[in-house]
């Protein structure tokens, strides 16, 4: 076994950057969309055979009540061990637009980035798992030994809540409290390739409001009926809205749930020492075009936004339907509506408290009749100090590479974080990496695959993996 030598590494990767590329997008090819429940096991078992091919010991399917979570071991008898945190399914990729067979893996140009792989969970999170495992399987082709132990755990129902998470981790909770630290590959660089650095998430609780002509008892309660009808039938559409507009202020942007606010805590001292930095290099104008938005609200901006954005609970509506939606016309009194719903929680809000606030808060607006239907009982909250050596271990990768990261006390975003930082394991947590991509959820969906743009590319990726997994090795 020869030492471990970056430079070498690197050219490794410089070398094989296609044969990188077309495993990245074998992987992408490989249908896993766990609201469908389409080609999830086959991809579960493509992740199996990846790490088994890595060297890992006994990289098994572990079958959960849903989707099988893909467990395995690596033992370099390093001192340290990293528990890799990923994801193998996506989502849907129904959405119009598409340039490209969301399936096909295809490499677009796109300016400014050059070549990009277009496809449904290219950045979210296919792209980012393949280019890790290309990472250490680069290590290893050099002769070098993995700088740390790696416990994988790769689930399939992110894009569901991780329902069936806690299951795995509580029938294998004796093998993971073998970790040190968890990390989670990213792809980490804005549009202009500014290090974007969070270090941790929101909590979320996802459900359905619904409201019908049977549980009302006015209006039609078996299917919809002649519009003419709304003469002298009730609407349940109507209601419903009505419901929903006492929820907020007429723009949507303040929450009126009695007592939705009441355990939102303000910045902690350590936030504070962040936004204060945050706040000098925050570039929204790059946030805009990422996003294609013209304003924040209320035309915020600097801190005021950071602050909106990062410590301010939210009640989005996601989707909502009800009667006729094709083409041309169809007079409909519709007789059910239906909206998915989700919370956003930040500290120190719990998932427990929400739905009964909202429950609670229809009852005494005088809308009992809205039904609410719990869709993933979510994601509690979940952070990292900065100061912890995990974080400290990426930061240092980051600036050997050449970047000083911007970094974010936590981002608006939810991630099953809080399932590892707290009882029973209490992991710091910690995600990271090179290179840029964006769209997820959305058509044409990319990671950025050359090199020479703003951002860095697929081997840009995988170096800064190398990097980072040298540097967990040293803490």
Not at 407 to 419: D, E, N, R, V
Not at 435 to 455: F, K, L, W
Not at 457 to 465: D, I, V
């Amino acid at each position: 076994m020869v030492g471990f030598s970056r430079s070498e590494i690197f050219k490794y990767i410089d070398e094989h950057v296609n044969e990188h590329v077309a495993r990245v997008q074998e992987l992408v090819r490989q249908p896993s969309i766990s609201p469908e429940g389409r080609g999830v096991r086959d991809c579960a078992q493509l992740v199996r055979r990846y790490l088994s091919d890595l060297g890992c010991a006994n990289a098994r399917l572990v079958e959960t009540s849903g989707n099988p979570v893909v467990y395995a071991r690596y033992d370099s008898r390093a001192a340290r061990t990293i528990l890799v945190y990923l994801m193998y399914d996506t989502m849907p990729f129904d959405e119009p637009g598409w340039i490209v067979d969301p399936l096909d893996g295809s490499l677009v140009d796109m300016e400014p980035f050059g070549k990009c792989l277009v496809g449904r969970g290219a950045i979210n999170t296919k792209g980012e798992l393949r280019a890790f495992l290309n990472a250490c399987e680069s290590i290893r082709a050099t002769g070098a030994e993995l700088p740390v132990n790696l416990i994988f755990v790769a689930e399939g129902e992110e894009e569901l809540g991780s329902r069936h998470l806690p299951e795995f981790l509580a029938a294998y909770a004796s093998e993971l409290k073998d970790a040190d630290l968890v990390f989670f590959p990213g792809a980490d660089q804005d549009v202009k390739g500014k290090v974007i650095m969070a270090l941790g998430v929101k909590g979320i609780v996802y459900f359905e409001l619904e409201l019908d002509g049977v549980e009302w008892g006015k209006g039609p309660s078996e299917f919809g009926i002649h519009g003419s009808n709304k003469a002298w039938v009730d609407s349940p559409v109507w209601r419903m809205i009505q419901a929903l507009s006492t929820m907020t202020t007429p723009d949507g942007n303040t929450v009126l749930i009695e007592g939705f606010h009441d355990n939102v805590a303000a910045p902690s001292p350590d936030d504070e020492e962040l936004l204060s930095r945050l706040e000098k290099t925050f570039d929204e104008e790059a946030v805009k075009e990422e996003l294609k938005l013209k304003r924040f609200i209320d035309d915020l901006h600097g801190i005021a936004v950071l602050k909106k954005y990062l410590y301010s609970p939210t009640l989005n509506i996601n989707g909502i339907w009800g009667g006729y939606t094709g083409p041309e016309t169809k007079t409909l009194l519709p007789h059910k509506i239906t909206a998915k719903v989700d919370v956003r929680l930040v500290p120190n809000m719990t998932i427990e408290e929400v739905l009964p606030k909202i429950r609670e808060h229809l009852e005494k607006t005088g809308f009992p009749e809205v039904k609410v239907r719990v869709l993933e009982k979510g994601y509690a909250w979940a952070k990292t100090s900065w100061r912890t050596p995990a974080v400290q271990a990426v930061i240092g990768a980051y600036r050997e590479l050449g970047y000083e990261p911007e970094i974010w006390p936590h981002t608006a975003g939810s991630a099953p974080f809080a399932m590892f930082n707290r009882e029973p394991f209490n992991l710091p947590f910690v995600s990271g990496g090179l290179g840029h991509g964006a769209r997820a959820h959305a058509p044409n969906e990319y990671i950025v695959i050359s090199e020479g743009g703003p951002t860095g590319g697929l081997t840009s990726l995988e170096k800064s993996y190398v990097a980072i997994l040298e540097n967990f090795g040293k803490i």
